[in-house]
């Protein structure tokens, strides 16, 4: 059963039980009324006809009281009439046909009509005198025909208010029907796991209101669902293309090793000359692994935004000296021309973790190393960017990267490189970082003439820096 079909039954049969004792209740106030009416008009009635009696009993005539009492014994509603003598020796009996007057026991005490006979009695006393007693039976059947018409009455009356009521309440909880079938529809889906799709609740009812906010919460569940997912399935990719890659470089180093062993074991001149260009190929090997186990640990502690990071207030002007004293030997022996320059004004600082951003500078120096020609010029500077960031950009004469490709490559694993040596991390790297430092990178780039990749970071004002 449905929530609407309980809510129904139950409200109806709180209905059902109402009316049947309203019902109840009204009868028996108006068979309280019928009855003391019945009571009333006997008394009269036996008044009248002690009057007689006593007459008739007075003057000895007691063969006139059959002739005084008839109209009594006539009345429709009198069932019996008796007088007794003072001895109490009846003097006159009439009925209607059927009653066994005599066989009356009546409990006089009690104006028992459950029977349809109101008893009443009176003693006949005249003077002080006391002249017999006499008994009068009155029909109630008027009363229980007027009670079972009262309760044919109220019954239809209940009625029709039931299947009103039923038809009002049955519209009512329709209102918030299919918004409750909504609500109901999603708890099914969280409690199975399933998270099936929703429609949009009608919002206007107070179910329809809160069957929206289930609905919410039911799509943020799902969202959350599928970017977990999604987070998981990049993580297991990401770990078997990194084994996958880390296992070049370590075979390059087995080779190199095992071309060291043949040649000492041969020991002639020409593995010592040899020797030479197998240790630089060990070294290179060695650099290579390295850097990628530094990227792939740096990108898995970006990825894990509960890792926090080594934050403290950089002053900037330090900061990007270092990388100048750091980056310009390498570029220049790559026989790049090297220009730094700091426009930032001085004084500005901002906040991060050094390490990581001075690998983030790196990144870009490298790439710029790598995507120009020998001879060309590669910029390293900073600036002040708009909404008071600081902006450090590496400028280069390189090849540039076309339009369709400056999305792409700051996905993990996309190079656009030659070189099998490149794995298609360091831009990903890049933006994460800048990301942890609710700082954005940013790209321009002329195909054929070169490329700028800055990185704008917050300025960490003084008064921060205090706090
Ligand atoms: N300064 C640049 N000039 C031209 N192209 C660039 C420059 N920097 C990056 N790119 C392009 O962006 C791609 C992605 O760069 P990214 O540094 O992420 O990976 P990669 O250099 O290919 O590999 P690695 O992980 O070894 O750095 C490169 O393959 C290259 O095509
Ligand atoms: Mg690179």
């Given at each position: 059963?449905?929530?609407?079909?309980?809510?129904?039954?139950i409200?109806?049969?709180?209905?059902?039980?109402?009316?049947?004792?309203?019902?109840?209740d009204?009868v028996?106030?108006?068979?309280?009324?019928?009855?003391?009416?019945v009571?009333?008009?006997?008394?009269?009635?036996?008044?009248?006809?002690?009057?007689?009696?006593?007459?008739?009993l007075?003057?000895?005539?007691?063969?006139?009281?059959a002739?005084?009492?008839?109209?009594?014994?006539?009345?429709?509603?009198?069932?019996?009439?008796?007088?007794?003598?003072?001895?109490?020796?009846?003097?006159?009996?009439?009925?209607?046909?059927?009653v066994?007057?005599?066989a009356?026991?009546?409990?006089?005490?009690?104006?028992?009509?459950?029977?349809?006979?109101?008893?009443?009695?009176?003693r006949?006393?005249?003077?002080d005198?006391?002249?017999?007693?006499?008994?009068?039976?009155?029909?109630?059947?008027?009363?229980?025909?007027?009670?079972?018409?009262?309760?044919?009455?109220?019954?239809?009356?209940?009625?029709?208010?039931?299947a009103?009521?039923a038809?009002?309440?049955?519209?009512?909880?329709?209102?918030?029907?299919?918004d409750?079938?909504?609500l109901?529809?999603?708890?099914?889906g969280?409690?199975?796991?399933t998270?099936?799709?929703?429609?949009?609740?009608?919002?206007e009812s107070?179910v329809?209101?809160?069957?929206?906010?289930?609905?919410?919460?039911?799509?943020?569940?799902?969202?959350?669902?599928?970017?977990?997912?999604?987070?998981?399935?990049?993580?297991?990719?990401?770990?078997?293309?990194?084994?996958?890659d880390?296992?070049?470089?370590?075979?390059?180093?087995?080779?190199?090793?095992?071309m060291?062993?043949?040649?000492?074991?041969?020991?002639?001149?020409?593995?010592?000359?040899?020797?030479?260009?197998?240790?630089?190929?060990?070294?290179?090997?060695?650099?290579?692994?390295?850097?990628?186990?530094?990227?792939?640990?740096?990108?898995?502690?970006?990825?894990s935004?509960?890792?926090?990071?080594?934050?403290?207030?950089?002053?900037?002007?330090?900061?990007l000296?270092?990388?100048?004293?750091?980056?310009?030997?390498?570029a220049?022996?790559?026989g790049?021309?090297?220009?730094?320059?700091?426009?930032?004004?001085?004084?500005?600082?901002?906040?991060?973790?050094?390490?990581?951003?001075?690998?983030?500078?790196?990144?870009?120096v490298?790439?710029?190393?790598q995507?120009?020609?020998?001879?060309?010029?590669?910029?390293?500077?900073?600036?002040?960017?708009?909404?008071?960031?600081?902006?450090i950009?590496?400028?280069?004469?390189?090849?540039?990267?076309?339009?369709?490709?400056?999305?792409?490559i700051?996905?993990?694993?996309?190079?656009?490189?030659?070189?099998?040596?490149?794995?298609?991390?360091?831009?990903?790297?890049?933006?994460?970082?800048?990301?942890?430092?609710?700082?954005?990178?940013?790209?321009?780039?002329?195909?054929?003439?070169?490329?700028?990749?800055?990185?704008a970071?917050p300025?960490s004002?003084?008064?921060?820096?205090?706090?």
């Amino acid at each position: 059963m449905n929530l609407r079909t309980r809510l129904f039954s139950i409200s109806m049969t709180i209905a059902a039980v109402m009316t049947a004792v309203m019902i109840a209740d009204r009868v028996q106030t108006q068979r309280s009324a019928l009855i003391d009416k019945v009571q009333s008009r006997s008394a009269d009635l036996a008044d009248l006809a002690s009057e007689a009696a006593v007459y008739a009993l007075r003057s000895g005539r007691t063969g006139r009281l059959a002739e005084l009492l008839s109209p009594f014994g006539e009345m429709r509603q009198v069932v019996y009439i008796k007088v007794l003598d003072k001895e109490g020796r009846p003097v006159h009996r009439a009925g209607a046909i059927g009653v066994d007057i005599d066989a009356r026991e009546i409990d006089f005490s009690a104006s028992d009509v459950e029977d349809g006979v109101y008893d009443l009695t009176r003693r006949l006393i005249k003077d002080d005198e006391d002249w017999g007693t006499l008994r009068l039976g009155v029909s109630t059947e008027s009363v229980s025909a007027s009670v079972a018409q009262a309760l044919r009455r109220g019954l239809l009356i209940g009625l029709s208010f039931l299947a009103l009521l039923a038809a009002l309440l049955w519209r009512i909880s329709a209102l918030g029907g299919r918004d409750m079938a909504l609500l109901v529809k999603a708890a099914g889906g969280i409690n199975s796991r399933t998270l099936p799709p929703l429609p949009a609740a009608d919002g206007e009812s107070e179910v329809g209101r809160l069957s929206t906010a289930f609905s919410a919460l039911h799509s943020d569940l799902r969202d959350e669902r599928a970017r977990r997912k999604e987070l998981e399935d990049n993580r297991k990719d990401f770990f078997a293309m990194a084994v996958h890659d880390l296992k070049q470089p370590l075979t390059v180093l087995k080779a190199v090793n095992e071309m060291i062993l043949e040649s000492v074991q041969a020991g002639g001149d020409g593995g010592k000359r040899d020797l030479g260009r197998i240790s630089e190929l060990s070294v290179e090997s060695i650099e290579r692994l390295n850097d990628m186990v530094e990227d792939l640990l740096n990108i898995s502690r970006l990825d894990s935004p509960d890792i926090p990071l080594d934050k403290r207030r950089i002053e900037l002007p330090a900061f990007l000296r270092e990388c100048d004293r750091d980056f310009a030997a390498a570029a220049e022996r790559a026989g790049r021309k090297w220009v730094f320059s700091d426009e930032s004004g001085g004084g500005a600082w901002i906040y991060g973790d050094e390490k990581l951003l001075k690998r983030l500078v790196g990144n870009l120096v490298m790439n710029a190393v790598q995507y120009t020609p020998e001879g060309a010029k590669i910029h390293l500077g900073a600036r002040r960017g708009g909404g008071g960031r600081i902006e450090i950009y590496v400028r280069d004469e390189g090849k540039g990267i076309p339009e369709e490709l400056r999305e792409a490559i700051f996905e993990k694993y996309r190079t656009f490189s030659d070189n099998n040596r490149n794995v298609g991390l360091g831009l990903a790297f890049c933006k994460m970082a800048a990301e942890r430092h609710s700082g954005e990178i940013k790209v321009s780039s002329e195909p054929g003439r070169g490329t700028e990749i800055a990185v704008a970071l917050p300025s960490s004002g003084r008064e921060e820096n205090e706090s």
